[in-house]
């Protein structure tokens, strides 16, 4: 049986902070060994230029030390030498020419340098992910009771349907609702833009990571959702990772966690993982007790080196933020995380930030 329940965590989300083009302050960092660095420039008239290291060093230093003024730094993050990586080159002055590559190491990055340049693209812009950078930990006790009901809805905003048999999956050739792994998931919330998991009120909530809280607040809303929930004020967290390379290259996310009974934690205030946020509930837009979890990225978004965080007005929802990602990646039979680059200038690459046995369970999702 689909669950469709408990609908609609977010409405508003998440505070912020402008995008800083400079270093950040280190501030309960976390730092990961073994990554490689990659770097994409752009010129005014259509120069390009992209490099990466696998041993963890510069290529943007690199690649500046031998070029002419007048760069920017389009992308400048982490990827993995040994795993499997996430490439989208975009070029033209519109962007309209596009390539998506997936594979080992730098494997997918050189066959995207090489199939720009052989065909003398120009502006191009290469964004990379690794597919996994496993630094969270359950938001809860995964020996308690919970079950998951609607999970990251990749088909929303201009790719509002998707062709399921894209991702070798049998369904709907418009599927309004399409999961991680392709799946048509029609029936279930639309445009969710996270994981819903049913558990009783009152289940201690925990940071999946190191951080910061940007965001404890009661968000009141201007009228309740629910008939059977009369609440108007949602109470919610919002915590930012810094996940540290070498050489100050990083790659920043932030998690947001909804419904609460209550919460413990203020902002700017540093937290550990595993640390106690709160308890959860059934606050604000929801029908039922149950934890919304959603992920966003800061860094290395689909149209951008960074993104700004925003509140939402009622009644819009999470949907709209376009640097949404689900933490359990994109990871269909074919195909390629369409919310990465169908839905540009929105989207961003999803990356399994879950560390190994730490992903609540989804279910049938
Ligand atoms: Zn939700």
Known sequence: MQNKFWALAMAGAIAAVSAAATPLPARADINVSGMGNYC?????????????????????????AQSQPGYTIQRKGL???????????????????????????????????????????TSCIFTVAPAALPVFTSPFSLGAAYSHGTGFDFARGTIATLDVSQFGQPGSHAANTV????????????????HDW??????????????????ARDWAMPKPCFANNPSKVQKEVSIRHVVRGSKGYYEQFVTYYAHLSSYQVAEGQKVVQGQLLGLSGMTGC????????????????????????HFYPWPQHSDGNSFVVDAWSFDAPKGFDPWAYRAYPA?????TLWKNGQAPSVGTW
């Open 40 to 64: 994409s420039l752009t010129w005014p008239g259509g120069g390009w230029s992209f490099a990466s290291m696998p041993d963890g060093g510069d290529p943007c230093g690199w690649l500046i």
């Open 286 to 309: 929801a029908s039922a007790p149950h934890l919304h979890f959603g992920t966003l990225r800061e860094t290395n978004t689909a149209n951008n080196r960074f993104e700004t965080l």
């Open 198 to 215: 049913g558990m009783p009120q009152g289940t201690p909530i925990r940071a999946v990571a190191d951080g910061v809280v940007i965001s």
């Open 347 to 351: 989207g961003a690459l999803s990356i």
């Open 179 to 194: 999961d991680w792994k392709g799946r048509d998931r029609t029936g279930y919330i639309n445009d969710h833009a996270g």
């Open 79 to 121: 990827y993995s030498p040994n795993g499997l990586n996430n490439v989208v080159v975009r070029c033209n002055a519109t962007g309209s020419w596009v390539g998506i590559y997936r594979g080992i190491g730098n494997g997918p990055l050189t066959a995207a340098f090489n199939s720009a340049n052989k065909e003398k693209q």
